[in-house]
């Protein structure tokens, strides 16, 4: 049996970036709703956790809008065009306060924020890119739950990275990782569809 009979037996949690389930949290108050995202989640048995990491590190909204800068030999958040608003540590503790909620068997992210995205520019002080990274609340992420499945809103459009996002979370949720029969028995319903 593959993932796409496999009877529901536990209902799995994701977190997910709150601007895409429609939260206006966006640092301009608005936000980056993905059609059809809570209703797959919901037809999968998939409980979404929605979280943003900047306003729980309490950069309100609206804020300034952000982005990851080359500074002192590291990668540092900050407001742009403003070289003293360095954001970086805040975020960081409410990152790692993120990571080690309960359950979380995954997190679908959104893409191109210097907090979120999967591949997110980083600039020099004259603000020119010098290189691509990860968000750092997706940093953080891989530091405090290493091996978590991490999507980003544009690989989960894509079926092929979808099913494995999802066989992943499937694995990661096994409270041993032999336990979980290649065929799974059942955590995730309907997956191929
Ligand atoms: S920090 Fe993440 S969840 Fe919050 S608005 Fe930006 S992309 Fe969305």
Redesign the pocket.
């Known amino acids: 049996m593959s993932v796409a009979t496999a009877e529901v037996s536990q209902v799995l949690r994701v977190g997910v970036?709150?601007?895409?389930l429609g939260d206006r949290?966006?640092?301009d108050g608005r936000h980056?709703w993905f059609p059809g995202l809570q209703a797959e989640l919901a037809r999968l048995h998939l409980q979404a956790v929605p979280?943003?990491?900047?306003?729980e590190a309490g950069l309100g909204v609206p804020r300034p809008p952000m982005q990851l800068v080359r500074r002192d030999g590291g990668t540092r958040l900050m407001e742009a065009g403003a070289p003293h608003a360095d954001r970086t540590d805040v975020l960081t503790r409410a990152a790692r306060r993120l990571a080690g909620l309960d359950e979380i068997s995954g997190f679908i992210?959104?893409s191109g924020?210097p907090?979120?995205?999967l591949d997110v520019p980083v600039f020099d002080a004259w603000g020119l890119e010098v290189a691509r990274d990860e968000g750092l609340?997706v940093q953080c992420l891989r530091a405090g739950r290493p091996g978590l499945p991490i999507i980003d809103e544009i690989r989960w459009a894509d079926r092929k990275q979808r099913l494995l996002f999802l066989e992943a979370v499937k694995r990661y949720a096994a409270p041993d990782p032999q336990s979980c029969p290649p065929d799974g028995a059942g955590t995730i319903a309907g997956a191929d569809a």
Request: with cysteine.
């Open positions: 970036s709150r601007c895409l949290v966006r640092y980056k979280v943003c990491p900047e306003v992210l959104k924020s907090s979120c995205g609340f």
